[in-house]
Every structure is written in C-alpha cells, then in structure tokens.
C-alpha cells in the first residue's frame, strides 16, 4: 500500500530566509508524487508534481521539489520564504490502481514570520 | 480554478438524519473522489469513482454510501449522522491523459453534526 509521510507537523521560517518541507513515501511502483497547499477555509490548491524526468521539479509561486529516489523523499522547497505562505502543506502520492487515488499525508503547518 | 462546485458549503444538522452533499464538475474528468479533513488525520479518502456507476470504497468508508448516475455529479450520502461525521469534506477530480495526473480540489463543505 501507498504511504506518505510528514514528519513535521510544523515548519517555521523567517521571511527571507530558505524554507523546507520535508516527505517521504514508500510506493510499489513509479511514484506519482505531489505537494499541495492549503489556506484557512480553503480547498487545496495543487502546487508542482513529479511524474518523470528531472528530479527538481519547479511549480507555482516559487516553489520547488527535489525527488530523491534512494531516499524515497520528496521535499518542498523555496529559496526566500514570504510571510504569505504560511499555510497548510500536503504531500500526496497517487495510487496506480483502479481508481488512480491520492494518500496524503498528515499535513506541516508552515509559519513564515516577519 | 477547475469547475468543481460542492454544495452545500456550510450544514448543520442532527443525529440520526440523512445528508447527501453534492459535488458538481464541468471538467468531463473520469476520477471523483471524497475525502474528509480532520485535524491530525490530514485527508482520508471515504468513497471514489472511476466512472458513471463505478464506485469503490476508501479508506473510511463506514457510514457513507456514494452514487455516481452522470459524469459530473458525485454524491456522498452519509446514512444516519453520527458526531464523529463533524468534518470538512472536500470533493477533488483528476484524470489519467498525458501529463495531466493532478488532483482538483473544491472548496468543501463543513458539516455538523449535533
């Protein structure tokens, strides 16, 4: 069964300063990988995605992945955090069977403070 | 934003009565999914489709049933609330073509159940 993890239920940064959000997943198969992020009463907003290819994937509002292979990881990355990314950040892994399902993990908060 | 309309977005209601959200998508995308959000848990996937009339169970299917008569609507039907109910659910969409592997996300729906 697909798995991911998060092991830090909470991230804080100063702004200006680089910010990581770290995954790890275990997966039978390619994996299908994703970072979501969601703000207060919002639905989840899709940020970049690793399907193949080079293992830094860049996606939305500067944000970047580095896909490890041997160490089954997939950390989020920003290189200046801003004080308007704090938020809630999932990690996801799609599941390659019938219904092509999402196993999130738990969640990191990201605080970025002034 | 991708066409995804969940209603209602906001509900109250009692133990021991029936509640059907809706979930609406004008993208034509095969996959729909249920997931609810609990503080801790992160997403948990309830029900999912992989086309009209095609439903399987997820993860915390207990309590829920789902029904899928047309490509775009995707209802989730919780039976006979119950206060372990009270949750954020979010309906999301994805399909398989290409390099188009996310998930869509709507604005979900908070329910209470007193």
């Known amino acids: 069964a697909q798995s991911v993890a998060q092991p830090e239920d909470q991230v804080n940064v100063a702004e200006g300063n680089p910010l990581t959000v770290k995954c790890t997943y275990s997966?039978?198969?390619?994996?299908?990988l994703f970072w979501y992020v969601q703000y207060p009463n919002r639905g989840l907003q899709f940020l970049l995605k690793?399907?193949?290819?080079?293992?830094l994937v860049k996606g939305s509002y500067g944000f970047e992945a580095e896909f490890n292979k041997s160490q089954t990881s997939f950390h989020l990355k920003k290189p200046s955090a801003l004080v308007s990314d704090s938020a809630l950040y999932f990690c996801?892994?799609?599941?390659?069977?019938?219904?092509?399902?999402?196993?999130f993990g738990p969640g990191t908060r990201l605080s970025v403070l002034p | 934003d991708a066409g995804i309309t969940q209603s209602p977005r906001h509900k109250v209601t009692e133990t021991g009565t029936p509640v059907t959200l809706r979930c609406h998508q004008t993208e034509n995308h095969r996959y729909m999914y249920w997931y609810r959000q609990d503080p801790g848990h992160g997403l948990r996937l309830i029900h999912y489709?992989?086309?009209?009339?095609?439903?399987d169970k997820g993860e915390v299917s207990d309590g829920y049933s789902v029904s899928r008569s047309k490509t775009e609507d995707f209802l989730l039907t919780l039976e006979s609330a119950t206060s372990s109910q009270t949750s954020v659910y979010f309906c999301?969409?994805?399909?398989?073509?290409?390099?188009?592997?996310?998930?869509?996300f709507g604005q979900g729906t908070r329910l209470t159940v007193v």
């Open positions: 690793y399907i193949t290819g080079d293992n």
């Open positions: 489709s992989y086309g009209v009339k095609d439903t």
């Open positions: 999301a969409i994805s399909e398989v073509q290409g390099s188009l592997a996310e998930a869509f």
């Open positions: 996801a892994v799609r599941d390659g069977g019938y219904g092509q399902n999402f196993v």
């Open positions: 997966v039978s198969g390619n994996p299908y």
